[in-house]
Each structure stands twice: as C-alpha cells, then as structure tokens.
C-alpha cells in the first residue's frame, strides 16, 4: 500500500511475511544437515571434521524455527487486536530456545549485550546446544 508516496505495508502482514521466510530458511537448513549427516555416516573421517558444521547447522534450523514462531505468534495477534503492544507470554509460548527467545523479547539488556561485558566467557547464539 503506498501513503504519500511512500510504499507501506501492514505490521501483521510484515510478522507473517518473516514468519513464512524463517520457515524457509529453516527448511532449506534441514536439507543442508541432512545432507552434511548422511555425507558424515558414509566416511569417519568426514564425520570427525564435520560434527562442529553439523552442531551449528543443527542450530540454525531450531534458532529459525523460533524465530518462525514468534513472528507468526505476532503476525496473529496483531491481526487480531489490532495492538502495536504484543504480549510478551503468548509470543514466546513454544519456543524452547531460551537465547532466541530472550533475544526477540527482551526489551531490555540482551544475552550478547551482557557476554560482550564479559570478555573470559565465550557467547555464541547457539551457546545452548
């Protein structure tokens, strides 16, 4: 939709619009670990140089689902409420990724935020698995 000539779009449709993309992108992570898995089980010492790949992809595919399920928890609430303010609570619901989660809802100081004043402790988005 344009205003004044300005291309908008709706804050609903942008959260399902991402939501939709992440869920791509986490499928086309699948297939990526699947790939490198089975390229793994048929040599050892593939298996060994890869388990680093394989843990990060493994990571990127449930960071990408979260991010799939918040985005869609929002693009749903707001076409509902019509609220800018979401509920924290009912975004986060199901996401089991607690840095995701943190990440996209904290308002405040994020996880990265702390570990970079906290230079002996390595941070890494992934840093739960």
Known sequence: MARGGVSTIAVGKLFANLSREAGRLAQVALRLDHALGDLAASDSN???????????????????????????????EVSATGDMHLRSQPLGSGVTLESVREACLNTGET????????????????EEF
Request: charged share 15%; with cysteine; net charge negative.
């Open 46 to 76: 593939v298996a060994a140089s890869l388990m680093t790949e394989l843990q990060d992809i493994d990571g990127i595919v449930q960071a990408l689902d979260a991010l799939r399920q918040i985005t869609g928890a929002a693009a749903a």
């Open 111 to 126: 996880a990265q935020t702390q570990c970079a004043k906290t230079p002996q402790i390595a941070c890494s988005l992934f």
